[in-house]
């Protein structure tokens, strides 16, 4: 089982910046990519971007630019560093460890935009 702990949301104005955090524990070893998802109320869960164990990245379109994912794989520790937020960036933040038997989640780190 792996565990997986977000954090660094919070409330920021519009065309601010947050970085959010992901520690990863547990049986790390059969995670191949994590995966940043948010989800805003109502609608369904979406994927913001991805980093493979190589280093491979991707987002989505709305990201690209703004957002930027990274990885310390010495700390277990996946980044999402967000730029020129906008009020529709507000969401929970989740972290997904891929390729592991079970799916494994974080509990979630809510951000706010404000405008």
């Known amino acids: 089982q792996v565990q997986l702990v977000e954090s660094g949301g919070g409330l920021v104005q519009a065309g601010g910046s947050l970085r959010l955090s992901c520690a990863a524990s547990g049986y790390t070893n059969c995670i191949s990519a994590m995966i940043w998802y948010r989800q805003s109320p109502g609608k369904d869960r979406d994927l913001v971007a991805a980093?493979?164990?190589?280093?491979?990245?991707y987002y989505a379109d709305s990201m690209k630019g703004r957002f930027t994912i990274s990885r310390d794989n010495a700390k277990n520790t996946v980044y999402l560093q967000m730029a020129s937020l906008k009020p529709e960036d507000t969401a929970v933040y989740y972290c997904?460890?891929?390729?592991?038997?079970?799916?494994?989640w974080g509990q979630g780190t809510q951000v706010t935009v404000s405008s």
């Open positions: 997904y460890a891929g390729g592991c038997p079970e799916d494994n």
């Open positions: 980093i493979t164990s190589g280093g491979s990245t």
